[in-house]
């Protein structure tokens, strides 16, 4: 038998002027892009900002369609857009926001599997880590690299 342990280090802010400038700047990007979300169907707003090496922000907004689960969430379109118009880009650090009945959550939302698995997918094909910023009005939780989200990832482990 071998035992295995999985720990990492994450950051809790409670104010945001502890960040830098650009992470403020991703932060209100994500926070504008959920309020452009589709979501008549769970009226949960997601708004993510990518920033990528080249400085350039991506932003994307949940979008539900009523035939389940064809809709797509906000963290992948922001990345699959991204690496559309940047193929050769690497992804620095990604924003998540959420909006639910017109106020932004006060606690940070984490993404959802798929979207892990898309981000790691990215941080691994440009071999550098993403640092992701889980934005809450009374938390930020940030995370250093994104393979912390999820530890058995599907290329193995």
Do not use: H, W
């Amino acid at each position: 038998m071998n035992n295995q342990e999985f720990n990492f280090k994450y950051t809790n802010i409670t104010d945001p002027s502890e960040l830098d400038d650009i992470s403020n700047r991703l932060i209100s990007k994500a926070k504008s892009a959920a309020k452009n979300a589709y979501a008549p169907y769970s009226e949960f707003n997601v708004g993510a900002a990518v920033l990528l090496e080249n400085g350039e922000i991506i932003t994307g907004s949940n979008q539900e369609n009523a035939a389940f689960p064809s809709g797509l969430c906000a963290e992948r379109i922001a990345l699959f857009y991204a690496n559309s118009i940047y193929p050769d880009v690497p992804v620095k650090s990604m924003v998540v926001a959420a909006l639910q009945n017109g106020e932004y959550l006060k606690f940070p939302v984490a993404p959802c599997g798929s979207c892990r698995q898309v981000i790691l997918e990215t941080q691994t094909r440009f071999k550098n880590k993403i640092k992701l910023i889980m934005y809450g009005e009374e938390k930020i939780s940030i995370v250093e690299d994104a393979a912390f989200l999820l530890p058995f990832p599907f290329e193995g482990f």
